[in-house]
């Protein structure tokens, strides 16, 4: 499976009695199809999975796939806490069609959860799933990192075909990429780093603020393969301003009121996750303007 490009990590929208909005996230994809991205992630971290039901789960998994163009590669987020429930929600998204699964690491045991855990949790994932694997460090929400080698050793199995690493430690995919075959593939999740990443060996990202900005962060990476390097450095100055106030200092309220401002169904997140302030949004608003005039329209 070829991962190259950018992938949006879709929010989930919810109505305003704090439902999933099917119609929401139907209206979001039909937009991002008329986009060259090249896929999208269901249910990772931007899609709040850590704070939905098992029925809400499904349901969106199922709304997505109707809805994705056909030409758009889906991935599923698919990480539990346990091994078991790991499998069976791999399982489940191979069954509606779902192309590869994005496992991210478990977390809460971090005391006793030394490198041979996470070899051993992923390659039973990787053993019972019928699609391709990809890890997932995510550091920054679970304080667990995927270190070199044990990605090294991990992507000798062969349905594990590639990784996408959050923590925008460009040295990391230096030596990932050095030490792997090429038909494992990184990506970054941290729309900061993009061009540094793309420098460094990955084939493209996974990415939050993708779901905001969908051709800005599509336009990066098309200007990297093209050589165009002087472009490419101007625009990721804007995608690093705007990836650290919206995506790193916000979070998904800060992502889902840009996409608001950018005609998309964004809304609040979640409880516990709080809305955005005023003077956020205004802060917000600005740089918003700056990577995207129209957004200040809205």
């Keep these: 499976m070829d991962l190259s490009g ?45 704070l939905l039901s098992a029925k809400e789960m499904d349901a969106i998994f199922s709304t997505a796939i109707e809805s994705a163009a056909p030409d758009k590669r889906l991935l599923a987020g698919t990480g539990a806490e346990s091994t078991a429930e790991t ?9 509606l069609g779902y192309r590869a699964a994005l496992v991210k690491t478990p977390y809460y045991y971090k005391p006793v959860y030394k490198p041979e855990v996470y070899l051993t949790h992923y390659r039973a994932v990787a053993d019972a799933s019928p699609i391709p694997i990809l ?6 929400f679970t304080g667990v990192t995927l270190e070199t080698p044990e990605i090294l050793a991990l992507a000798e199995h062969p349905n594990i075909i590639g990784m996408k690493d959050s923590s925008g430690v460009i040295q990391r995919i230096v030596e990932v990429v050095a030490g792997t075959p090429p038909t494992f593939q990184m990506l970054t999740g941290a729309a900061s780093v993009i061009m540094p990443a793309l420098s460094a060996g990955a084939v493209g990202g996974i990415l939050a603020l993708a779901s905001a900005f969908p051709e800005k962060c599509v336009a990066i ?25 919206v995506v790193s200092e916000c979070g998904i309220a800060g992502v889902k009121f840009v996409m608001d401002l950018r005609g998309y169904k964004g809304g609040v997140p979640r409880l516990p996750i709080l809305p955005l302030s005023d003077s956020t ?9 700056n990577l995207e005039p129209s957004a200040a329209r809205a």
């Design 6 to 50: 950018i992938f949006a990590a879709l929010t989930t929208p919810f109505d305003f009695a704090g439902s999933f909005s099917s119609a929401d996230l139907k209206h979001n994809l039909h937009r991002y199809n008329q986009t060259d991205l090249a896929g999208y992630v269901v249910l990772g971290s931007t899609g709040e999975s850590v």
């Design 87 to 95: 499998i069976s929600r791999t399982k489940r998204a191979a069954e």
């Design 135 to 140: 890890l997932y460090s995510v550091p920054q």
């Design 221 to 245: 990476h098309q200007l990297y393969r093209q050589k165009m390097y002087d472009q490419a450095r101007e625009l990721q100055g804007k995608l690093s301003l705007a990836s650290k106030k």
């Design 281 to 289: 949004k205004a802060a917000i608003t600005k740089i918003a303007a």
